[in-house]
């Protein structure tokens, strides 16, 4: 194990230890679910359930993240479909679940096997008496019971019969995966989620069929293995689901799944986890906190997994599923997308079987273009022909992103909540309807923001600094997670149209980043670039380091070696305000590049932070030599100090091949301050975030053309640049 790695889930470690997990527990538990997965000699199998029909309150993404699952350990981990049970709905009784357990993974595995047991559902908490020191959490089944007075059983399956299940299996590489919360608060939607509990105070207990189940267990082989579990939430919190533009998921399970396409050869478990769980952060906010939570952690055997993984493949964005009309057509699952491309990928353009080097021109890749989607598949056509040699097109051929094709017209959308008045709707809808490529839409609909009463919306999800009487008749702009954007809270007593209208500048700054933040691109972009977040005050340090994880080619800068830079965090980063940052990139390709440096701050304000003078070795219009390296601000400065309301802030790392003509004149058209102030807050976002995209596309001209494409829609080549995203935690 490279000295570099071993630092990085040491410094985990001990991140962990601060919450009472061992550095060597860590390395145990974090190592050995993606070790586990890619194994290639031994028998991978998986239960998978998942429970949307619920009599009393049903949900609607269970199902759907069974599918997430199961798609990516046959395509991504190589398990045998055969392998993989799955139960949903109706046939996902608690009988069913442990008998499944018992027949399918049980009496199968064998030491050295692989298990994988996922359920996704409602989950509850059940009393063995009186006190709530003997609750225990648990799952509800498919055929869930209403207790009565005079009989308080349920037929759920606790929590700690899974638990005892997976310890009696005769393998150590197992893990459960458990996409539910346990502590009903009260109400079934939280903004646009919806919860994963049961919709009703906890009055159950465990049935007598369960105990006895339970007590057979623990009197039978357990071989008293490490287990861990992978939960979507702390208990105390809710996990959620949310609807995207056709399908509905499992906030942690679609994040989840979606890292691990992405994982390559040289990743740790900590990385793909710690992506999943800041992408539900950023949508969820702290509500909703996804858990690795170790199992007999203190009297486990001290084993040494290795942490070098060789997975099947390289990342992927999805497989091909199926070849059709002859081999002209194939179904692809394109499970490692994120949402907001994947909803705009109509037209894109992706490679099967690309290798690592490969270029657009290059013939060991098929291209496939996309010509429509439903949920997470798409139907795309084969451009080229294929390479006699090399064998038709096959399903479980991976793909990746080779051209994202993006709208010129992408809009923002506004849910109105459900807490207004029929008038208020009315008046929104028609006030919204005057602002450029802004939609209103019911609040069960999907939605990029909210729009909603303050004094309302606010007073159970919001931080103890928020007072509800102070915002009494005020109108405000929310996250999709019911969370208050800063300064978008108007008057008491303002009308309806009037607060729309006074939120036109903070529309438009949402929408450029929403704009912006549809170029990122480091797992498939093939530029060969890297960037660190560090502070510079309190302590110097690096916190965070992103790079293009596929590109190709053999030029790289030394590793970091300063102690200072020996830095690693899980989930989002948290900095405190008074810090002192800067960013560095370093230009490891064969040819200069240019840098575009924006950052979204925690009220969605869009700042430019490298305009400056064209003197300046970080502006942007300056190139960046291969070997050489920028720093924003520049080297020898301060840094930039964290400022602002209490929140996420994002910073976009946007390089090209090509210089930012169009971005640096639409800066500059409008501009009212001095080119020594940094950073520049942005009075035209959207004209600049357009002219981002403009200027990638002229980039990628070239490659496009080569592949025969014509389209009246921005077509931009991951060849040709990069998007490395920043997110952290104001605090």
Known sequence: MGLKRREFLQQAGRVLAAIGISEAGWLRLGSRYLEALAQPTARKLALLVGVDQYSESPLHGCVTDVELQRELLVYRFGFAPSDILTLTDARATRENIETAFVTHLREQAKPGDVVVFHFSGCGSRVSFGDSPAKMQNSLVPANDVVPLLENRSVNDILEETVLQLVRSLATENAIAILDTSYSYPGFLKNGNFRIRSRPRPTIGQPSLAELTFAEGLQSGKNNGSVIAVLAAAANSQIAGEQEWNGFTAGLFTYALTQSLWLATPASSFSVSFSRAAGTVEQIAGLSQQPQIRPDNLTTAPALNFATSLMLNSAAADGAVTAVEDGGKTVQLWLGGLSAGVLDCCGGSVFAVDAKEGDSLGDSNASRLLVRSRTGLSAKAQILDKLDRTKGQLTAGDLVREEIRVLPRNIGLTVALDSGLERIERVDATSAFATVPQVSAVGSEQPADFRFG??????????????????????????????????????????????????????????????????????????????????????????????????????????PLSAPSEKSSNLGILSLPIGSRIQYRLYNESDRPVYAAVFSSDTAGRLLAMNYQAESDAGAMSMAIAPGDNLSVPAAGALGLAVSGAVGLAETLIIVSENSFDRTLAAIAAEMQQTRDTLPLVLLNPLNVARAVLEDLHAASIPGVQKLGISTDDLALDVNVWATLSFVYRVV
Request: charged share 20%; no cysteine; aromatic share 4%.
């Open 453 to 558: 009463r303050v004094s309302e919306t606010i007073v159970a999800q919001t931080p103890a600094a928020y007072e509800p009487a102070l915002y009494q008749g005020r109108y405000g702009l929310f996250s999709v997670s019911q969370m208050l954007i800063p300064d978008t809270q108007g008057d008491g007593g303002e009308a309806v149209k009037v607060a729309v209208q006074r939120l036109i500048p903070q529309l438009k700054a949402l929408q450029a980043g929403k704009l912006l933040r549809l170029t990122v691109n480091e797992t498939s972009s093939r530029l060969k670039v890297r960037a660190v977040l560090a502070t510079l005050a309190p302590q110097a340090r690096v916190m965070v380091q992103r790079e293009s994880v596929r590109a190709s080619g053999d030029y790289r800068l030394e």
